[in-house]
């Protein structure tokens, strides 16, 4: 039914332009959900979320409410979060602890942290002459058909075939492993506190904004300005003329003008991943960086050490649901909850083995930029919701992409910016295209 | 304990509210002792505001910055009608010495943005030094009951 009614998605899609119903269409919504996001590899938690058995988080995959569990056996397994037995929701909380088996608050059926049975109450009497038995998979609570762990970051799928998590990710790869090897240790660690902040807008434009690189001079400006008026007047007053980093975090929405953002690049690739290159200046000589360089060569070698702290990231966005900012280790889940409304799930990590004063940079920037209190993304939330309002109304019936359309440079299977097209529309022109793909079917 | 204590605690804390709805933020700020710090913890479990998570952990640069963008004409979330209105009440004094107080309240605050009315609660601990302008804030901690929900939209000032 719902093809008859979106008689042909791709007409939708334009290379430089996209129709507004893509943004707007509950039909279409419900289309990209089973085609989208039900299908390919989506975030679910870092594993170190669920340390011990029986850990347990609950994550939205598209419409599926599921729950990722560590096993008795160490595995990280993800669940539909639904009991067989009459649909009850296993686990009503967003996390906890399911102790040694789930037990179903309505008749205590109870299974493995693998999902297997493990008990109905007077199963043997209750279920004589049905052909049902503890094997049978329609009492067990069904699995994610596909589940996979790269350097603790667990994604599922919901599709039993298709790329593999690392074909998926592809270069976009580089949003984990930067982040990891930031670490000494090579590992990261979640800081137990999830953020999370509803947008009254379709998540396509969340996406779309991670990667935008004309907005934050426009957007940001007010903050920027603000930051770099305090930023002035700390820095007269210190010895060093300098004030911390996180007021340079925020000034630099202000310090870095419009037209320095095209020195930026974007780079695309297949699946409507994006990157977004550029170092925000995280790589001072004050004693505190010298001291964390200093660790990192001895667990890494100079040259290793080297090449680690020059890959130049800014923002990684995994379409459809993930960005990135791997230098400070931070990451923004995106959780469609409706056509107009989109929940983003906000966590940051520790570098094992990073000194502590690594970790404050971090945290400066998850407190100021991504927690409920923001002050930066007050302002996209506000042009989120308005883009939204608009994409509602008959005054026109296409986004435009075309920025520096035609000046892509098209090599080994993805797209680059041009020199000083940094402020290009080929982010979202890449995702749209992803997207059309997706929704042929 | 003095009476005219609890007054002059109660009437402070009345009067910081009377600033938030207002939109008096440097009056506001003022409120704040030199090292004065502003905190809302993600958790109750949390014990002190530095080197963690937290919803707001401002110094009065921090606010200064804060009141700035607030104030600016490019500052597009504050283009819509917004408006709070915060009444406290439970004032409980908690210790008392010669130059410090600990006062304890509960605050409801009601927030209309745009068409949109939010409701937030808690309790604020405040950690008062006795100045010769009168007390001035050297902790305030805001535990809001609703810190860990999903947030419709953000917060834009203090709570």
């Known amino acids: 039914m719902l093809q008859e009614r979106i008689p042909d998605l791709t007409k939708y899609v334009e290379p430089d332009r996209v129709r507004r119903e893509v943004y707007t269409d509950p039909g279409i919504f419900e289309l990209e959900m089973q085609r989208i996001h039900e299908r390919v590899w989506i975030y679910c938690g870092h594993e170190s979320q669920v340390p011990k058995a029986g850990d347990y988080y609950a994550v939205q995959i598209g419409r599926q409410p599921m729950l990722m569990v560590r096993g008795s056996d160490g595995k990280v397994h993800v669940l539909y979060n639904r009991c067989p037995h009459r649909g009850n929701m296993m686990c009503g909380d967003r996390k906890g602890n399911a102790g040694e088996f789930f037990r179903c608050s309505y008749h205590a059926w109870t299974f493995q942290h693998d999902g297997k049975l493990r008990s109905i109450p007077m199963m043997d009497s209750g279920y004589a002459g049905t052909p049902l038995n503890k094997e049978s998979p329609e009492l067990c609570m069904k699995p994610a058909p596909r589940v996979e762990n790269y350097r603790g970051f667990v994604f599922s799928s919901l599709a039993k075939d298709g790329p593999s998590l690392k074909e998926f990710l592809g270069k976009a790869i580089v949003a984990f492993d930067d982040m990891c090897d930031r670490a000494p240790e090579g590992e990261v660690e979640i800081v137990p506190n999830c953020f999370r902040v509803i947008q009254h807008s379709n998540w396509k434009i969340f996406l779309e904004n991670q990667l935008d690189a004309l907005h934050p001079s426009v957007t940001h400006q007010s903050t920027g300005r603000a930051a770099h008026e305090v930023e ?116 940051h990590f520790r570098l094992k083995g990073a000194p502590e004063p690594i970790y404050r940079r971090s945290l400066a920037y998850y407190n100021l930029v991504n927690s409920p209190a923001t002050l930066v993304n007050a302002d996209d939330l506000e042009n989120f919701w308005k883009c939204h309002q608009g994409l509602s109304s008959d005054g026109g019936d296409w986004v435009s992409f075309a920025r520096h359309f035609g000046r892509d440079i098209e090599k080994d299977g ?28 | ?140 901690r805001v535990d809001m009951a609703n810190a860990q929900a999903a947030y419709e939209y953000v917060l834009q000032a203090w709570v």
């Open chain 1, 232 to 347: 002035k007047e700390i820095a007269k007053k210190t010895k060093k003329g300098e004030a911390p980093l996180s007021y340079h975090m925020l000034s630099a929405f202000a310090t870095v003008t419009i037209d320095k953002w095209d020195n930026f690049q974007t780079l695309n690739y297949p699946y409507g991943h994006c990157i977004l290159t550029g170092y925000m200046g995280l790589r001072p000589q004050d004693p505190d960086t010298l001291a964390y360089d200093k660790v990192m060569i001895k667990a890494y070698g100079r040259k290793r050490f080297e090449e680690i702290v020059s890959v130049n990231i800014h923002h990684v966005l995994i379409y459809p649901g993930l960005s990135v900012q791997s230098p400070l280790q931070q990451l923004r889940a995106v959780r469609p909850l409706g056509v107009d409304r989109t929940l983003t799930e906000i966590w």
């Open chain 1, 414 to 441: 993805m797209v680059e910016t041009a020199p000083n097209c940094g402020t290009s529309e080929a982010p979202m022109r890449n995702q749209m295209k992803a997207w059309a793909e997706y929704m042929r079917g």
């Open chain 2, 1 to 140: 304990m003095a009476k005219n204590t609890q007054h002059e605690v109660e009437q402070f804390l009345y009067q910081q509210a009377e600033f938030l709805d207002g939109k008096h933020w440097q009056p506001y700020i003022d409120l704040f002792t030199q090292d004065g710090v502003y905190w809302m913890p993600p958790e109750p479990s949390y014990q002190t505001w530095e080197g963690q998570v937290a919803i707001f952990a401002e110094d009065k640069n921090l606010m200064t910055v804060r009141m700035k963008r607030l104030l600016h004409p490019d500052a597009w979330s504050q283009r819509p009608l917004w408006e709070t209105n915060h009444v406290v009440s439970n004032v409980i004094i908690e210790k008392q010495t010669r130059d410090e107080i600990v006062v304890r309240s509960r605050f409801h605050m009601l927030e209309l943005r745009r068409d949109d009315v939010r409701h937030f609660a808690g309790a604020y601990r405040h950690e008062l030094r006795k100045t010769k302008n009168g007390y001035r804030i050297k902790l305030q």
